[in-house]
């Protein structure tokens, strides 16, 4: 953590409630809750002057507290963790926010700061991250979500689809769900109807293309296991024993 005269900080969206898997943030992996995971890889970060949970339940919270972790707490619903954020800053001292979904327990603070010193050197509306496609099946299935990029490295278009059409898994990218935006452009991007390409893929991200923003895409290659299901769990739990 540190003080900068442009102040990023990283926000973790937690809700409870989860179609596929309730209350997956609480589940144990390695000895800890799947949050506390994904807070202490923020908190790695050397570019972030903070991180904070957002949340409206109760037992996340608690559960936060009870490992030393800051809790932005309000009992609000939203339709997504960025309006949750968008919400939270609004009167906050702060210049480019981090949205960390809550189940990312890979997630580091290193690959963080990539992302902020992207928004820092570049100065775009909105950042996030991709790698390549690790297998096969990833291309088929609707919950990878891949991204095809200019030669600038700008997103121009996100879909659950297989893009590019016929793609080896050697080109193809797998979007990674962090996102990094200004302060000016979250409230903004909050403020933006849906348009019928978000509608259809079901992709918040989508709503910025087509209101003409340039996202810029950071490739990483570090490994990341978002935890939607049971199964995801345990892949989770045997990449930390191995790592």
């Known amino acids: 953590m540190k003080e900068d005269k442009e102040k990023a900080f990283i926000f973790i969206p937690a809700r409870y409630e989860s179609k596929r898997f309730e209350g997956k943030l609480l589940a144990p992996l390695c000895g800890k809750p799947v ?6 890889g923020a908190m790695e970060s050397r570019l972030a002057s903070g991180v904070y949970v957002v949340t409206d339940s109760e037992r996340i919270k608690e559960a936060v507290e ?45 690959v963080l ?42 997103a121009l ?36 109807p849906q348009g019928d390409l978000e509608k259809v893929e079901k992709l918040e991200q989508l709503r910025a ?11 990483t290659d570090k490994v990341f296991v978002g935890v939607d299901t049971p199964e995801d769990l345990k892949r989770a739990e045997e990449f930390m024993k191995k790592s």
């Open 35 to 40: 949050i506390e995971w994904v807070y202490k």
């Open 157 to 192: 278009y996100f879909s659950r689809a297989f893009i590019p059409f016929n793609a080896s898994d050697s080109i193809a990218l797998k979007h990674i769900g962090i996102y990094a935006f200004t302060k000016d452009s979250i409230l903004k991007f909050t403020s933006l």
């Open 66 to 110: 009870k490992f030393g972790g800051a809790v932005l707490f309000k009992k609000k619903h939203y339709e997504c963790g960025t309006d949750r954020i968008a919400d939270a800053v609004k009167d906050m001292d702060v210049d480019i926010v981090i949205n960390l979904q809550g189940d990312e327990p890979l997630a580091k603070g290193e």
């Open 209 to 219: 293309l087509e209101a003409g923003w340039k996202v810029k895409v950071v490739l």
């Open 113 to 154: 700061d990539q992302l902020i010193m992207v928004m820092k050197k570049e100065k775009p509306k909105m950042a996030t991250l991709a790698r390549k496609i690790e297998y096969d099946e990833e291309l088929h299935n609707p919950n990878v979500v891949k991204v095809v990029c200019d030669k600038k490295g700008f």
